[in-house]
């Protein structure tokens, strides 16, 4: 019996998936992602919708935005932020079917 080779078949491929999964593994990190999803959002709606402080999400930002899941520009003083891997944003939806689905 053979075994198939998974979609995975590459050390990069590898890694770069262990990479994202790391970076989006904490709970807060989650939920921002969930928050901005396939938009875009400014620091200050995703404190708003994820209720903690400025301080906190900017330092989760940061985390994101080091590891490559999120990119962002600035517009006057605001720093807009979206997910730069189309990649992530299924992992999401599909992590949201599996946990947050009836």
């Not at 590898?14 to 593994?25: D, F, G, P, V, W």
């Not at 904490?26 to 708003?48: N, T």
């Amino acid at each position: 019996m053979a075994i198939q080779v998974s979609l995975i078949d590459k050390q990069e491929h590898i890694e770069q998936a262990a990479r994202a999964l790391k970076s989006i593994s904490h709970p807060l990190r989650l939920k921002i992602l969930c928050v901005i999803g396939s938009q875009e959002a400014c620091v200050q709606e995703i404190v708003d919708a994820v209720g903690t402080s400025q301080r906190n999400i900017s330092q989760h930002l940061a985390i994101l935005r080091d590891k490559g899941i999120l990119l962002a520009r600035k517009e006057a003083n605001r720093v807009y932020y979206r997910v730069g891997d189309a990649r992530t944003l299924q992992l999401i939806g599909m992590m949201q079917d599996v946990f947050c689905s009836p």
